[in-house]
């Protein structure tokens, strides 16, 4: 088969997960087409056009297979080169804009939320990482276009937009996990960003240490040019607890992640949380909030109720108590051997 993928905001774990596909069904004559994750607004939106410039011979040439992400605006693009309407196009929702949180003082734009929408409805099968995502991609999209100014057919949309949704989160590579560590080290392993909610996490630290708890901590995971400015204060307060602080590369974030015991997240929005799951292979035991697409993936002993007393009042527990931790969820369920023939059926149509 003639493969064409399409990534328009090509952020890491959207690489993670194109390399994996190349990886798996090397059977495949695949073509990719990647655009760097930043200027988000104009990507999203005007991703037919750089292509357009940089690659229409490609996207003219007859494919049997698109995949496309979800920021891909793959109804544009079949207009512009006809020839990919005649293939089976696949489109990924790692996320989607309809639940995707803003940073205060920021409006709701409808493009983006509209090419999320025309990918959808221009695609012969709609894959999300999670049912969170699919439901809340739904909801959504109800609510959005319920108060547009014409009175739209949304029962007929959404049942057909529903129908064509499959559930395959991004395949983990193949790995043995690694037993529970026991220790006192905790990581933090996300993005430096607002919605991952870094604020919660250290006040819960802060109440540990004001409390005598003793901890160390990692706090890894990508950086960029603006960030919360609670970091940096938290840095100044945790002193010796911190044994790494910031950004790493590949092998020594796995080595941070082997000498973890206890993997935390706080976020506030999170459509599948790779870096729980990575982190969880490597043997940190996982304490998640009970919301977004957690529940689906890890056991209640694993989560919290959400809020800085509850996570507080776990971490304490398992600091003090290590046998109260619960048994690592079995990773192996997360990587490709898993996924393999589900992803093989979506991309063949079976």
């Known amino acids: 088969m003639k493969a064409l993928l399409l990534s328009a905001y090509a952020a890491m774990s959207h690489r993670h997960w194109a390399e994996g596909l190349q990886q798996q069904f090397a059977e495949f004559d695949w073509r990719c087409l990647a655009l760097p994750p930043r200027h988000f607004s104009w990507r999203i939106r005007g991703n037919p056009l750089t292509w357009l410039g940089q690659a229409s011979e490609c996207l003219a040439d007859e494919h049997d297979l698109v995949v496309a992400t979800s920021m891909v605006d793959l109804a544009t693009l079949v207009g512009l080169f006809p020839s990919l309407g005649r293939a089976r196009k696949v489109v990924y929702f790692h996320e989607n804009q309809f639940a995707y949180p ?73 790995q043995t996990p690694r037993p529970a560590g026991r220790g006192r080290r905790l990581l933090w392993n996300h993005r430096w960003e607002y919605d991952k909610n870094p ?97 689906e993936y890890y056991p209640p002993e694993c989560r919290y109720a959400g809020d800085q007393a ?16 619960p048994a690592l969820p079995d990773a192996r369920a997360w990587q490709w051997p898993a996924w393999r023939e589900a992803y093989r059926d979506v991309l063949r149509g079976a």
């Open 199 to 295: 604020e919660m996490f250290f006040a819960a630290l802060q109440a540990l240490a004001n409390r005598g708890i003793e901890f160390e901590v990692a706090v890894v995971g990508q950086q960029f040019r603006d960030q919360p400015p609670i970091f940096e204060a938290a840095r100044a307060w945790l002193g010796d607890r911190v044994v790494s602080w910031g950004e790493q590369p590949g092998d020594a974030y796995r080595e941070v992640l082997d000498s973890a015991d206890i993997v935390v997240s706080t976020t506030d929005h999170e459509f599948q949380g790779l870096a729980v799951m990575e982190a969880v292979t490597h043997g940190c035991v996982p304490l998640v909030p009970e919301r977004l697409c957690f529940p």
């Open 102 to 174: 803003l940073p205060k003082g920021q409006r709701v734009q409808a493009e983006p939320l509209m090419v999320n929408l025309y990918a959808a409805l221009a695609a012969d099968v709609v894959v999300f990482n999670s049912a969170h995502n699919r439901d809340s991609f739904l909801v959504g999209a109800r609510t959005f276009l319920s108060r547009m100014p014409e009175r739209l057919p949304l029962s007929a949309l959404l049942s057909r937009l529903a129908e064509k949704a499959v559930i395959l989160p991004v395949p983990l590579p193949e």
């Open 310 to 325: 509850a996570l507080e009042a776990r971490l304490a527990e398992w600091l003090t108590q290590p046998a109260t931790r």
